[in-house]
């Protein structure tokens, strides 16, 4: 009876312990102040801000890093605005796991969405994404078997990356996409416009395509409209789409470990 009584009072306390956990509150800093007191971006988007993350290895919920990392990029860059917050809960933070062992989250502002983009290695991307209230094309499942012609990053490889190291980040109009025939054929698109430019300023970049099929694409959405997709399946390296208002694209290229 002792051992029944004991094994009670451990669970009833695990039990009490977790609600506890799910209702811890973190500061998280207000998009609207820090992003206009950011200061310059250290990648090749202004709105994309590359940290090292070594965090990410001692931190178990996903969720809780991806907050770790805004509170971080804001210490770094828009030190200014780290007074200017709101209290959110883990439950108020969206990880997907497009890939494997590197994390894409989402958390909502006032006026726009962080989203947390971890590379494949020590570092990860912060992007600053306004909310969206652009008309992209839908997904349709009926394109699912469609190719996706996207560019092949193996053959652009070294001038995606520039000094990024491990990830580099760039911003792309695709004001001119925004009546094809579904959101995931922008985003093939938006790839080979990016390698097309890089190749041309570069002998060491070449232009060629790869297909992988539609459905391989994975996509989520916030509230405020901002989209974010990702593949695993294009060789070299990834790319990862958020989508921007004014019809603008970021891409995150990251490279394999």
């Given at each position: 009876m002792k051992t029944i009584a004991s094994l009670s009072v451990v669970a009833m306390a695990v039990a009490a312990a977790i609600p506890a956990q799910a209702n811890t509150t973190f500061d998280l800093p207000n998009f609207s102040q820090c992003s206009d007191a950011a200061t310059q971006s250290n990648t090749n988007d202004r709105e994309v801000y590359r940290i090292f993350?070594?965090?990410?290895?001692?931190?178990?919920?996903?969720?809780?890093?991806?907050?770790?990392?805004?509170?971080?990029?804001?210490?770094?860059?828009?030190?200014?605005?780290i007074t200017s917050t709101t209290q959110i809960t883990l439950d108020d933070v969206q990880c997907d796991d497009f890939i494997g062992g590197a994390p894409v989250c989402r958390i909502e502002s006032d006026e726009g969405d962080y989203v947390v983009v971890k590379d494949y290695v020590d570092s990860t991307n912060v992007v600053l994404s306004k909310h969206d209230q652009q008309n992209w094309p839908a997904v349709h499942t009926s394109n699912d078997m469609d190719m996706l012609w996207m560019a092949n990053p193996a053959k652009c490889y070294s001038d995606l990356l520039k000094s990024g190291v491990d990830s580099q980040a760039y911003y792309l109009d695709a004001y001119n996409y925004r009546y094809f025939g579904d959101f995931r054929f922008v985003l093939a698109r938006t790839t080979r416009d990016l390698v097309q430019n890089l190749a041309g300023q570069s002998n060491q970049c070449a232009y060629e395509t790869i297909g992988i099929e539609a459905n391989k694409m994975e996509c989520s959405e916030t509230s405020g409209g901002t989209k974010i997709c990702a593949s695993r399946h294009t060789n070299a390296g990834y790319f990862v789409f958020v989508s921007d208002d004014n019809h603008g694209m970021h891409v995150v290229f990251n490279r394999w470990d």
């Open positions: 993350s070594d965090f990410y290895y001692e931190i178990e919920d996903k969720r809780e890093y991806a907050v770790t990392a805004v509170k971080n990029w804001a210490k770094n860059f828009a030190s200014s605005c």
